[in-house]
């Protein structure tokens, strides 16, 4: 029908459906659980189209829907139906409970193909446009060049980022962070770096926001777990800050088998301080309490990292069950002359105190700085005055 259409010029859509998180239902569920999960789908979906549409299952977890004689209105209605359908979709296996959500790209013949493969192409790249917003998400199909180069980047650094996980072409930096009553430095963070075909370093910046996106990052944050739990087994008594993606929130089965490693590893879980930021915390609070409840069960330390940045920090600070709060360093740079950095600092140093919060604070810089911390009761301190990230730690 869609080439008849495209021949005639006969107007429609074409929807690109494909299952968020599918991988996750097949990994923790195994694949019966994933191919029962897939009948629902198809009948959730048979049900909210109408009898002139064409659905078809195109492989794995990735649907067609044609739309003759639609417009633009109707796709988007459609695609909002659908995504409306899958939500209430309830699967389980094993005792646990699957979420269920697609990302739809929409495109429009014959405006945005001239062929079925073209429209197909279009269709798949707004479908990853739609999840790399975040899940459940639909997507209109632009023919903006700006649009393709960006994505055929992102495309590039997918695969660099694979080749990289096949090659173990990671590796750990270590940051001393130092304990200003003792004067001395007592706990490393780790931070993750990768290197290219050149053996160039590759810093997280450039990488990290695309695996997020394509959900590579839950493959990065196993490795990094993994390499830290070997140091802390090559080296009792050391302690090391795992920081970790908001995205572990996403990952169902990540708290498994974090705790496997540590039963095999027979580390003793204390020595790890698992981190994530407060931006990813606030995003989903209810999600990141329970997650650092599981973490802290499970014998680690928690570490809320860039605290300060959001407008209600001091209420969540009350709410999530953390050990450590890490000060976001944009109020720690210019520290020694900001007089309103100086006041934020002491207020939310002196609220953590009072909820039992040990205190560390980023981007410490100058001898003034640590100065003014220590005069602040701060606990730690971290940044290039005290040492930068290394292959080795001091």
Not at 205 to 226: K, L, M, T
Not at 358 to 373: D, K, Q, S
């Amino acid at each position: 029908i869609l080439a008849l259409s495209v021949r005639y010029q006969r107007t429609g859509a074409l929807l690109f459906l494909d299952l968020d998180q599918f991988k996750y239902v097949n990994d923790l569920s195994g694949h019966q659980a994933g191919d029962a999960l897939l009948l629902l789908v198809a009948s959730g979906l048979r049900d909210a189209v109408r009898h002139s549409d064409i659905l078809a299952r195109l492989g794995g977890d990735e649907f067609a829907l044609v739309l003759p004689e639609a417009q633009a209105e109707e796709a988007v209605y459609m695609a909002n139906k659908l995504q409306h359908e899958l939500r209430q979709v309830e699967f389980a296996a094993h005792g646990r409970e699957h979420k269920v959500s697609c990302s739809i790209g929409i495109t429009l013949f014959p405006d945005h193909g001239s062929d079925l493969n073209d429209l197909l192409a279009n269709a798949d790249m707004a479908m990853y446009q739609a999840k790399e917003a975040g899940s459940g998400r639909w997507h209109m199909y632009s023919p903006d060049e700006q649009a393709k180069e960006l994505l055929a980047s992102r495309a590039k650094w997918r695969e660099r980022i694979s080749q990289a996980l096949i090659d173990d072409a990671f590796e750990l930096h270590f940051q001393p962070i130092f304990d200003i009553r003792q004067h001395k430095v007592t706990r490393y963070e780790t931070l993750v770096r990768m290197r290219d075909n050149a053996g160039q370093l590759v810093f997280p910046d450039n990488f990290i926001p695309v695996a997020e996106q394509s959900g590579q990052i839950h493959e990065i944050d196993r490795w990094v777990i993994r390499k830290v739990i070997d140091r802390v087994r090559q080296n009792p008594g050391l302690s090391l800050s795992v920081n970790l993606s908001g995205r572990v929130l996403d990952d169902p089965s990540l708290l498994a088998w974090f705790h496997e490693q540590l039963q095999d590893s027979r580390i003793d879980p204390s020595d790890l301080i698992v981190e994530i930021t407060e931006t990813a915390a606030v995003a989903n609070v209810q999600d990141a309490i329970a997650f650092m409840r599981e973490i802290k069960a499970l014998g680690c330390r928690f570490a809320l990292d860039d605290f300060g940045s959001g407008f209600s920090s001091f209420a969540y600070l009350k709410q999530l069950p953390v050990d450590i709060v890490k000060i976001d360093g944009a109020f720690i740079q210019n520290l020694a002359t900001s007089a309103d950095d100086q006041l934020f600092v002491k207020a939310l140093t002196d609220v953590a105190k009072g909820l039992g919060k040990v205190t560390v604070a980023e981007f410490v810089e100058n001898a003034e700085t640590l100065a003014l911390l220590e005069a602040f009761g701060v606990d730690f301190a971290q940044g290039y005055h005290i040492g930068r990230p290394s292959p080795r730690m001091l």
